[in-house]
Nanobody, 123 residues
Framework: QLQLVESGGGLVQPGGSLRLSCAAS????????IGWFRQAPGKGREGVSC????????SYVDPVEGRFLISRDNAKNTVYLQMNSLKPEDTAVYYC????????????????WGQGTQVTVSS
């Protein structure tokens, strides 16, 4: 079965950058829409960005500012989330997830989730 493992989280100062990784095993990520989500303490899960099965990208958080950029490395079967100009309100556990269908800002269509990686933005 498809399995996803996130990595790359950590502590960063406001204005800094991080790159998160979502490594897949079992199946190729080319068959799925891959979404990044985040959940802060006491808040619901929020869609961040998504890589569609048509090789298009969608941003749900600050799309005009373009602070979050999703990409894919087919050779490594890995999807990345590049995060720039980070703010304290970006602090959350970040998850990647796979769907057989279209991208969505909610998690209802996603059947496989990683364990999450903690991102903390603080000075």
């Amino acid at each position: 079965q498809l399995q996803l493992v996130e990595s790359g989280g950590g502590l960063v100062q406001p204005g800094g950058s991080l790159r998160l990784s979502c490594a897949a095993s079992g199946f190729s990520l080319n068959y799925y829409s891959i979404g990044w989500f985040r959940q802060a303490p006491g808040k619901g899960r929020e869609g961040v960005s998504c890589f569609t099965t048509s090789d298009l990208t969608i941003s749900y958080v600050d799309p005009v500012e373009g602070r979050f950029l999703i990409s894919r490395d087919n050779a490594k079967n890995t999807v990345y989330l590049q995060m720039n100009s980070l703010k304290p309100e970006d602090t959350a556990v970040y998850y990647c997830a796979a769907s057989d269908y279209s991208c969505s800002s909610s998690g209802t269509l996603y059947h496989t989730w990683g364990q999450g990686t903690q991102v903390t933005v603080s000075s």
